[in-house]
């Protein structure tokens, strides 16, 4: 299995701010995924994180609001900016150790007022 | 149309019976996985089990068996001797591409809660 930490585990936020997420992986990996998930919905995925090029967004997800960063081949940080109540998620991200798993982080619980 | 269905938005089962949880995808890829997570009430996404478009037996692990039919494009969960650490929302993934090594995106269900009544 993988080791994946995430901070903050949760934050409470005020409308307009952003908060970034960080997500560190105990070994190297090629591709980090982050997803989201609204209250009592399923995930969705926002975007993939490749180390060394640009994070390739889904539809609907887009770089000024999230933008992602990925520095090495074992950290990435998510940043929801200019937050609203409809951002309120937790907030995933996960990783590949073969093809027949996809491990998670714990997950960061974030709510917008 | 849905890649993933889940069509049991909740169920309710006794302590120490079994239990199916029902799964049905959609797809034209020939390759193609087929995940299992546990989400219990604090967030964590569980991985409980794997099952390859190719793999010609239903995955097992511990208490949890997969029921693999590939013409039905079904996939159930089934979990023998369910517990109370069973309760716990229930969630059907699915990863599509011919990469061996992974490294593709989870398409999930929208689960199923699952309730174990002592």
């Known amino acids: 299995s993988a080791v994946i930490s995430q901070k903050p585990s949760r934050d409470i936020c005020q409308r307009g701010t952003s908060l970034t997420i960080q997500c560190q992986v105990d070994?190297?990996?090629?591709?980090m995924f982050w997803y989201r998930q609204q209250p009592g919905q399923s995930l969705t995925l926002i975007a993939t994180a490749n180390q060394g090029s640009e994070a390739t967004y889904e539809s609907g997800f887009v770089i000024d609001k999230f933008p992602i960063s990925r520095p090495n081949l074992t950290f990435s940080t998510l940043t929801v900016s200019n937050m609203s109540p409809e951002d309120s998620s937790i907030y995933l991200c996960?990783?590949?150790?073969?093809?027949?798993?996809?491990?998670f982080g714990p997950g960061t619980r974030l709510l917008v007022l | 149309a849905q890649k993933i269905t889940q069509t049991q938005p909740g169920m309710f089962v006794q302590e120490k019976e079994a239990v199916t949880l029902d799964c049905t995808y959609d797809t034209s890829d020939q390759s193609y996985g087929l995940f299992w997570y546990k989400q219990p009430s604090s967030g964590e996404m569980i991985f409980l089990i794997y099952q390859g478009s190719y793999d010609e037996q239903n995955a097992t692990e511990g208490r949890y068996s997969l029921n693999f039919q590939k013409a039905r494009k079904s996939a159930n969960l089934v979990i023998s001797a369910s517990q109370l650490g069973d309760s716990a929302m229930y969630f059907c993934?699915?990863?599509?591409?011919?990469?061996?090594?992974?490294?593709?995106?989870?398409?999930f269900g929208t689960g199923t809660r699952l309730t174990i009544i002592p």
């Open positions: 996960s990783v590949d150790r073969a093809r027949e798993t996809q491990y």
């Open positions: 070994s190297q990996v090629t591709m």
């Open positions: 993934a699915m990863r599509e591409g011919r990469s061996n090594f992974g490294n593709e995106k989870l398409t």
